[in-house]
């Protein structure tokens, strides 16, 4: 994935970059100046490119962390370079029908790309400050006659893809999400995965004391994600996947977690009940890793051995893709998830809205019903790739279950 991606942002970048030296040469013809400027500018942003992401192919140690972090503004820094150009060329092309049109040279869709492009840098650097770090509270009620009356009201805080790994030394962050979290006094809070990035020493002790603050009267229930089973190690690591899921668990546990390994438990009121079930990322779903981890497995006959048909189930699934397993009778009533990201980028327009991962997943982000059960995927807390959310903030989503 990582290698297709060099090429085609490779192969995009230096072909935007040849039309717009050769349009600058006709246009500005007197301005050397400007042309050896953007030559130098294309030189070192597109060879920087390539060298940033074949290192993040590359270093995926724990103790590289702050070095990825540098590549992933790099990364960051190419996009706002790429999407700006790409728009003010696709703009500016609709002057040759114009063109044709009128019968003469027509400069006007150009300025107007200039303009494009201009507002589309800002729209990426807003991502990249105030679109990443801005925490947004979600609002949903599950209505279900499963829901025992004990239960009515019982209120579910999920937050999700933190990537510790991604920030490292920045726990203000961190401390804004529990605190978002603690003052909406939860019954019961949902972490759907991808604690870390890379592997589990991304956990420290400073981040676990902060992460550890997480209050709810029936404590913290989390799963695994792709990125918490090691699969991404290199394997020249000191540091093998196993050990860092394993660790993982520990870390969880020291913090008073209830991590869910293919297993469920039970949340009691009285003498109601509910059942909270959590399973494993299923590793043949488009797992692009490098690292074998047969030891770790989705497995739903596991995850619901002994589990009353008759009880509300309560699901934490990392990826949104088993919920098509997770509609058999008896399991998961409601489906939380995340994985997704919406790509870090969502368009919308009243109550519609789209993103690239509609390419990709045929669940997304939002809340979606089938035969009386539900799946809500969040968007999650952190990002992959580039440090950049645009359309879509970090969240938390507020769940209250109400029994009809």
Not at 21 to 43: E, G, M, N, T
Not at 45 to 64: H, N, Q, T
Not at 178 to 207: C, F, M, Y
Not at 343 to 355: D, E, F
Request: aromatic share 10%; glycine share 8%.
């Amino acid at each position: 994935m990582i290698l297709y991606l060099i090429v085609i942002l490779s192969v995009v970048s230096v072909t935007l970059d040849l039309l717009i030296l050769r349009r600058i040469r006709r246009r500005l013809p007197d301005k050397r100046w400007l042309r050896r400027l953007y030559l130098a500018h294309f030189l070192l942003l597109d060879a920087g490119i390539v060298a940033a992401l074949l290192f993040y192919r590359c270093c995926s140690e724990a103790g590289a962390e702050s070095y990825m972090h540098v590549i992933l503004w790099v990364i960051c820094l190419f996009f706002m370079s790429v999407g700006p150009k790409s728009v003010y060329m696709l703009v500016s092309l609709l002057d040759y029908p114009a063109g044709w049109v009128r019968r003469k040279k027509v400069r006007l869709f150009s300025r107007i790309g200039l303009a494009a492009g201009a507002l589309t840098l800002l729209v990426m650097i807003w991502g990249a400050t105030a679109g990443r770090s801005r925490i947004v509270e979600e609002d949903l009620i599950v209505r279900s006659d499963k829901i025992p009356a004990a239960f009515d009201g019982y209120k579910i805080v999920l937050f999700t893809d933190l990537h510790a790994g991604n920030e490292p030394g920045n726990r203000r962050f961190i401390r804004r999400m529990v605190r978002k979290i603690n003052e909406q006094h939860p019954d019961l809070v949902v972490n759907a995965g991808d604690l870390v990035n890379i592997d589990a020493r991304e956990l420290t002790d400073s981040v676990m004391s902060v992460l550890s603050g997480i209050r709810a009267k029936d404590g913290v229930y989390s799963v695994y994600g792709n990125h918490d089973l090691g699969i991404y190690l290199s394997r020249d690591s000191d540091l093998t996947p196993r050990q860092s899921f394993d660790e993982l668990a520990v870390r969880q546990r020291a913090m008073g977690w209830n991590l869910l390994d293919n297993e469920s438990r039970y949340v009691r009121r009285g003498s109601d009940s509910i059942s909270v079930t959590g399973v494993n990322f299923p590793i043949g779903k488009k797992l692009n890793g490098r690292q074998n981890v047969d030891f770790a497995r989705c497995d739903f006959d596991a995850a619901y051995r002994g589990v009353p048909d008759s009880l509300f189930n309560l699901l934490i699934a990392h990826t949104p893709e088993v919920w098509d397993e997770a509609l058999a009778p008896g399991r998961a009533d409601l489906t939380l998830s995340g994985h997704v990201h919406a790509m870090q980028l969502k368009i919308r327009l009243g109550g519609w809205a789209w993103s690239p991962a509609e390419w990709m997943y045929d669940r997304w982000s939002g809340l979606y019903e089938e035969d009386g059960k539900y799946l809500f995927v969040n968007d999650g807390m952190g990002y992959v790739m580039y440090p950049m959310r645009i359309g879509t903030y970090p969240s938390i989503t507020v769940i209250t279950l109400k029994s009809e």
